[in-house]
T-cell receptor, first 111, second 113 residues
């Protein structure tokens, strides 16, 4: 299930299930979006990106969907594995190549 | 691939002292680097944009005299936290822009005691 509170929202899934992480972005003029994975004490790790002229892009086990009408981005992870447990951030290019990060979602994968 | 090296990974300093964090692009030239700050269980907050050969551009609310940024070469940007206080304790992360993508450093955990 998904919970929102004072801490990062957490999505808990069973190993092998598909995960969907959502993100709302703020700037309708943003033309480039990236999903990052961050493990504790480390820098963000690139997962997948998408430009505003696309609404879907697929990678290995991951898919990003972009809905510009409602300024919404989602990351789908197929067959989630324990190694996928981390915090996931969406980021938008807010102009001048500045990358602005969303609030983040913690993904907890249970065996 | 593009690699960014950030040092130190961890630093503890006393209140009132200054700390310098380095961000190096190892195998590419980066005319633009970015500095972020991250509090526990929070997102990355953009502090400033570091431009080679010119003054950094700071985000609203970030004290430029507190967080000194120098981008003296195409491969090195430094962030100096001056007169550090316990509330400056945080995780600092740099990123380098190379046409087409961003590469992040591994972060620096600063603890001010």
């Amino acid at each position: 299930g998904e919970s929102v509170g004072l801490h990062l929202p957490t999505l808990s899934v069973q190993e092998g299930d598909n995960s969907i992480i959502n993100c709302a972005y703020s700037n309708s003029a943003s033309d480039y979006f990236i999903w990052y994975k961050q493990e504790s004490g480390k820098g963000p790790q690139f997962i997948i990106d998408i430009r505003s002229n696309m609404d879907k892009r697929q990678g290995q086990r991951v898919t990003v969907l972009l809905n510009k009408t409602v300024k919404h981005l989602s990351l789908q992870i197929a067959a989630t594995q324990p190694g996928d447990s981390a915090v996931y951030f969406c980021a938008e290019n807010g102009g001048y190549n500045k990358l602005i990060f969303g609030a983040g979602t913690r993904l907890a994968v249970h065996p | 691939g593009a690699v960014v090296s950030q040092h130190p990974s961890r630093v503890i300093c006393k209140s009132g002292t200054s700390v310098k964090i380095e961000c190096r692009s190892l195998d590419f030239q980066a005319t633009t680097m970015f500095w972020y700050r991250q509090f526990p269980k929070k997102s990355l907050m953009l502090m400033a944009t570091s431009n080679e050969g010119s003054k950094a551009t700071y985000e609203q609310g970030v004290e430029k005299d507190k967080f000194l940024i120098n981008h003296a070469s195409l491969t090195l940007s430094t962030l100096t936290v001056t007169s550090a206080h316990p509330e400056d304790s945080s995780f600092y992360i740099c990123s380098a822009w190379k046409g087409g993508g961003y590469t992040f450093g591994s972060g620096t955990r600063l603890t001010v005691v």
